[in-house]
């Protein structure tokens, strides 16, 4: 797997902050299966079970804040990261309701304070990674472009747009591409995707993790929106993305430092309630019932990502359709909770076996994985 976006990855110096969450743990799986040297960043892991606590591989993993200034100049110092992926945020909506100052200080000075130790350190390269809900959410039938204005309605969207305000103001301010290798050597670039899935998550007020947690439980699980629409991907989807955009980076091609959109074709934005469905052909022990409580915070009803320049200018897609991607979903909490199995590696073979065979441009060094 050392091939991939052209070995960029191999002895690398890759440090991620929230590793410890659901996309930042299949994140560092993968980038050590590139060889990367690997150093997460996070809290603890917020759930039990967890996903990085069942993966068992060599990294380093520092316990920190995003807001401690002090520790992460430490981390920074000892470890030199070539390219940093910061993923920590308080990542839920609803909760972000109840704890508003947690969420911007966690999602606005904490990203202020992870750029502010980049840039101390000269760090090579910076992907930000966000959110779909960092737009001015109009619910509109088409999907959201990178120029389009930025917003949120409630603390999480509002904080998430407010943290790629910021990347664009240290991009203009501190590594602005017009003064790249003259007053300093970095590159930063955001990222955007929509609804993650696949295993490995168990967070609370997560769709898939709510109906997972409810089936081990023997319980139907309440669904609060079924008629909302919103583009579900596999989590690897995103991250060949964000890696791409690293990729790119690391390389020193100025014209990446840009924001990015990742989500799935319009095939993959489906209902709630269609969801459930999909799934629930893949697991006879699902079900589900209606909420029909209308007193619970605001949410969106339809957001969509057009990704147009990812596919015109990386040239990358989304390697499973949504029945895949269901289904891949379903068969790694089924192994976990029948089997006590973890699935990630297959999955993670799988996924790159499936995108060589769609010639995509990340693969192009690298031999099917054989099993």
Not at 335 to 363: N, R, S
Request: hydrophobic content about 35%; aromatic content about 12%.
């Amino acid at each position: 797997m050392q091939n991939l976006f052209s070995g960029i990855y191999k002895n690398k110096t890759v440090l991620v902050t929230g590793h410890s969450g659901f996309k930042g743990s299949w994140l560092v799986f993968w980038l050590t299966q590139m060889g990367a040297k690997v150093i997460g960043y996070s809290l603890d892991a917020p759930t039990n079970p967890n996903h990085i606590g069942l993966l068992k591989f060599d990294m380093a993993s520092i316990t920190g804040d995003i807001k401690d200034l002090e520790k992460l100049n430490k981390t920074f110092e000892e470890f030199r990261p070539d390219i940093v992926f910061h993923l920590a945020a308080q990542p839920l909506v609803r909760l972000s309701y109840d704890n508003p100052v947690d969420t911007y200080e966690t999602n606005v000075i904490g990203t202020l304070k992870v750029f502010e130790a980049c840039r101390k350190y000269d760090v090579k390269a910076i992907v930000s990674v966000t959110s779909d809900k960092a737009y001015e959410n109009k619910e509109c039938l088409w999907g959201y472009r990178e120029s389009d204005p930025l917003g949120g309605y409630d603390p999480y969207s509002s904080s998430k747009g407010c943290a790629d305000l910021l990347t664009n103001s240290y991009r203009n301010s501190y590594f602005n591409t017009k003064d790249y290798k003259v007053s300093h050597n970095s590159l930063i670039a955001s990222c955007r995707a929509g609804n993650v899935i696949g295993g490995g998550d168990w967070a609370k007020d997560r769709l898939i993790s709510d109906i997972m947690i409810s089936v081990s439980q023997g319980r139907k699980v309440s669904i609060r929106n079924p008629k909302s629409t919103r583009p579900w991907q596999h989590v690897l989807e995103p991250l060949s993305g964000y890696l791409q955009i690293g990729q790119k980076l690391l390389e020193e091609s100025v014209e990446y430092g840009e924001a990015w959109n990742f989500g799935p074709s319009n095939e993959g934005s489906i209902t709630v309630e269609e969801v459930v469905k999909n799934i629930k052909n893949h697991w006879d022990k699902i079900d589900y019932e209606i909420n029909k409580d209308l007193n619970h915070p605001h949410e969106a009803n339809l957001l969509r990502l057009d990704c147009s320049k990812a596919h015109m200018i990386l040239k990358w897609k989304d390697v499973w359709d949504s029945h895949t991607t269901f289904k891949k979903t379903v068969n790694w909490y089924k192994a976990f909770y029948e089997d006590q199995k973890v699935l990630t590696k297959d999955d993670l073979e799988d996924y790159v076996d499936d995108a060589i065979i769609k010639k995509l441009p990340w693969t192009a060094n690298q031999s099917p994985i054989s099993k």
